[in-house]
T-cell receptor
């Protein structure tokens, strides 16, 4: 996962916005993804963005993509306790659908 | 609603025993991935298939691991013989999109090898 880097931990207060950042290396990646993993569960696809887009919004989630800096971020508005989880950033790694995942960011939401 | 299923959900076995994990991909998905997740190594890709043919299994220890897709509705991952260092959560994911790049994960098989 060294090609995709994320900070390991984020603490946020309930009701605030969370911003999770990710940097990737492959400028030819067509898609970039955010997955959520709750304790004891599999990875849940949250959202993805096509590389020719700068922004994608889906309800409380906003994805921003800066291709020049190879930087991807996920903003969660009005963060809730149910948003506590590990969030993984991933980039498309080959033409067959292989993904390169980051190490994950543990998000803890405090009351 | 369509989802990836995996069996068993939990497995405890003794070192040296064979372990078989099964995955049913989402109907219509033609790309299947096997991952292993541990605290130390994070998420590792073991192998993946497209249209039932193996594309890449370089992430898998070849001497003890094998992955197959007997048909489009079943993928298997076998470990023989199992070792304590194989203890991990094993995830299967199936892919949609032109390249199978949008992956949907199963709930995982939690394996403990004693």
């Amino acid at each position: 996962g060294e090609d995709v880097e994320q900070s390991l931990f984020l603490s946020v207060r309930e009701g605030d916005s969370s911003v999770i950042n990710c940097t990737y290396t492959d400028s030819s990646s067509t898609y970039l993804y955010w997955y959520k993993q709750e304790p004891g569960a599999g990875l849940q696809l949250l959202t993805y963005i096509f590389s020719n887009m700068d922004m994608k919004q889906d309800q409380r989630l906003t994805v921003l993509l800066n291709k020049k800096d190879k930087h991807l971020s996920l903003r969660i508005a009005d963060t809730q306790t149910g948003d506590s989880a590990i969030y993984f950033c991933a980039e498309q790694a080959d033409s067959w659908g292989k993904l390169q995942f980051g190490a994950g960011t543990q998000v803890v939401v405090t009351p | 609603d369509a989802r990836v299923t995996q069996t068993p959900r939990h497995k405890v076995t003794e070192m040296g025993q064979e372990v078989t994990m099964r995955c049913q991909p989402i109907l219509g998905h033609n790309t299947v991935f096997w991952y292993r997740q541990t605290m130390m190594q994070g998420l590792e890709l073991l192998a993946y298939f497209r249209n039932r043919a193996p594309l890449d299994d370089s992430g898998m220890p070849k001497d003890r691991f094998s992955a197959e897709m007997p048909d489009a509705t079943l993928a298997t991952l076998k470990i023989q013989p199992s070792e304590p260092r194989d203890s991990a959560v094993y995830f299967c994911a199936s892919g949609s999109g032109p390249l199978g790049e949008t992956q949907y994960f199963g709930p995982g098989t939690r394996l403990l090898v004693l």
